[in-house]
């Protein structure tokens, strides 16, 4: 199965990274998880893209940082981004499938993972696999795309793209951005003012996001009910959870977050 090429994004996205960007991302981190269930722990970052969530971890006072990606850029990127902002060795980014019969048997007191387990082509396993890594008493944190009416037609846009040469891409993205700014437009907001402040969203630039977006193929969506079984059954409580605002899903499918605890 043909994969997006995510990593040359976030490797694109990497160069913008600032003091601004790490902060926002760090401020969502600590307002999601809380700055208790950081400071001394051990965590995996699952998908790390860009390697931003991984450094501010590192900034947050984890006690060591895991980090992996099933694409080579992104493991590449990631420990650039932490080589430039960090001068410790209290962490590793390292090539990985989520999906693997051979996936490490350590365990994390938190295991963290966003916007990446429906982009595998498998997301119960997905899932699955990434709760095994928790240890006892520790975390799960996820971000999973929410299901939506549009999601069969999403998930067609997004084949189109990913399959598709550089032509039709930007084609893609200028047709919705179009719509974008005509969605912001009806509710009497600006694209210019949406675009300067969007970095304050988990440290992310909106031509970036928009371009995962497009191209997050593999593509799966899950409702808050579905995901809240399915962990269940692998032995966690839900303890907090951010659901997505997101209804009919026209522009796209906002990313619900969760926060389970081994039990």
């Given amino acids: 199965m043909k994969h997006f090429e995510f990593g040359e994004n976030w490797e694109d996205y990497s160069n913008l990274i ?3 960007e790490l902060m926002a991302s760090m401020e969502k981190l600590e307002n999601l998880i809380g700055i208790e269930n950081i400071e001394g722990k051990t965590v995996l970052d699952i998908g790390s893209g860009s390697g931003i969530h991984s450094l501010s971890f590192l900034k947050l006072g984890a006690q060591n940082v895991e980090a992996f990606d099933y694409d080579l850029n992104s493991v590449r990127t990631t420990s650039e981004v ?13 090539f990985g499938d989520i999906l693997s019969d051979d996936l490490k048997l350590k365990t994390y007191d938190l295991v963290y ?4 387990l429906h982009h595998t082509g498998n997301l119960d396993l997905a899932l699955k696999n990434a709760s095994k890594l928790v240890s006892e008493n520790g975390l799960f944190v996820v971000a999973l795309y929410k299901k939506t009416p549009m999601c069969g037609i999403w998930k067609i846009e997004k084949y189109l793209y990913t399959h598709s040469g550089q032509k039709i891409r930007e084609v893609l993205l200028e047709l919705y951005k179009t719509f974008f700014k005509l969605g912001l437009a009806i509710r009497n907001k600006s694209f ?8 304050s969203n988990r440290g992310m630039t909106l031509e970036n996001d928009m371009i995962d977006w497009l191209g997050g193929y593999p593509y799966e969506s899950i409702s808050e009910k579905e995901v809240i079984r399915l962990l269940k059954i692998q032995g966690f409580d839900l303890i907090a959870s951010k659901p ?8 796209g499918s906002g990313c619900s977050e969760f926060v389970f605890r081994r039990m």
């Fill in 18 to 20: 600032g003091a601004k």
């Fill in 192 to 199: 210019q003012e949406h675009s300067e402040s969007y970095s």
């Fill in 244 to 251: 997505s605002t997101v209804r009919t899903g026209i522009l």
């Fill in 82 to 94: 932490i080589l430039k902002h960090w001068s410790h060795m209290n962490w590793s980014s390292s």
């Fill in 113 to 116: 993972s966003w916007g990446v």
